[in-house]
């Protein structure tokens, strides 16, 4: 547990349920993972939380596009200025957007977007316990914390991502948030546990995206749902590229399935009532460069030639959203 004015690390929910939580587990992992958060990598978004840490409000609202997160008149001048430069640590800002404290970050990704065309399809969040897998800044947490669900987990194991969310939540206070410096490969640890589970643009970035999406079911409850955004390629056969070394300029990218290679992906894992709701080309007006973001983003990741082909000459990225259950 730190000091709440830094951080909060969730303990206590880990003894609530009846339900075997790896408890043990979980805290030997969360101990390894708590030593990044100090690094001198990550000193300066510690210093960035700590520094506007005084600053509080009772206004939040999650149920628009951007999350919105105390007013601009309840600061001064001076801590306008203070809370803009702790903000600016974060830049580039991937997800959003988040209007704090009168403060608009436009994000690279128009997450409102994956949200909105999610939101249709998935059961209420209500009472449930729900696992976000790559959570990022917490953007998607702060949306689902409008549905009133009993408990979020967001997995993400990025200091700078758990500093990010802790500036805001710091503010936000939402106690059914939680965040772990877990990854999916950490999901077992919950067997039988969550009623829902997004796994929003994770899979093409592992080595065994079945292997994973097998985890994720055994953390299910039984008939419990997975929502999954998975970045692919298009085409009719239930094939998945394999890029050799970069794809659209990223690292870390081992297999671009195309939509039936991804619904097969998720039925050979065991989930059934599988519906890919959305398959469309990922478009420049979702992934760009902002004055949040000022890095080189979708538009400088395709041939300037021919935009339905990467700088290397794969084809261009698609987005594919499923939904399906235990």
């Known amino acids: 547990m730190f000091n709440h004015k830094i951080g909060y690390i969730p303990s206590d929910y880990l003894y609530k349920y009846d339900i075997p939580i790896d408890t043990e587990a979980i805290l030997i992992t969360r101990q390894e993972k708590h ?15 700590q520094t506007v840490a005084d600053i509080k409000s009772d206004f939040f609202d999650f149920s628009d596009a951007a999350i919105k997160v105390g007013r601009a008149e309840e600061l001064s001048s001076e801590q306008q200025q203070l809370f803009r430069n702790s903000l600016q640590t974060f830049c580039p800002w991937k ?30 969040l209500k009472n449930r316990r729900v696992a ?37 939540q710091n503010i936000a206070q939402q106690k059914m948030l939680m965040f772990e410096l877990l990854g999916v490969e950490h999901i077992h640890y919950y067997p039988q546990f969550f009623d829902t589970i997004f796994c929003l643009g994770i899979l093409y970035h592992h080595t065994d995206p079945i292997g994973l999406l097998r985890k ?105 959203y499923a939904i399906a259950r235990k």
């Open 132 to 168: 976000d897998i790559g959570c990022h800044n917490g953007y998607f947490m702060f949306r689902m914390a409008a549905q009133q669900p009993e408990l979020v987990i967001g997995f993400e194991p990025y200091a700078k991502h758990f500093w990010n969310f802790q500036l805001i």
């Open 35 to 49: 030593k990044k958060l100090f690094e001198t990598s990550t000193q300066k978004y510690c210093e960035a939380v």
């Open 95 to 124: 997800k959003g957007p988040f209007e704090l404290f009168g403060i608009n970050i436009d994000a690279e990704w128009r997450s409102d977007w994956k949200w909105e065309r999610i939101l249709p399809h998935i059961s209420s």
């Open 216 to 320: 994720m079911r055994q953390a299910l409850t039984p008939k419990g749902e997975i929502i999954i955004d998975c970045q692919g390629i298009p085409g009719d056969l239930p094939v998945a590229l394999t890029p050799r070394k970069r794809y659209a300029q990223a690292r870390g990218i081992w297999f671009l399935p195309t939509q039936s290679c991804l619904e097969n992906w998720i039925g050979r894992a065991g989930f059934s009532d599988i519906n890919c709701f959305f398959a469309e080309p990922l478009s420049v007006a979702e992934q760009r460069r902002t004055s949040w973001a000022n890095i080189d983003s979708l538009s400088e990741f395709l041939n300037s030639e021919d935009p339905s082909l990467t700088v290397e000459g794969y084809p261009a990225p698609w987005r594919y």
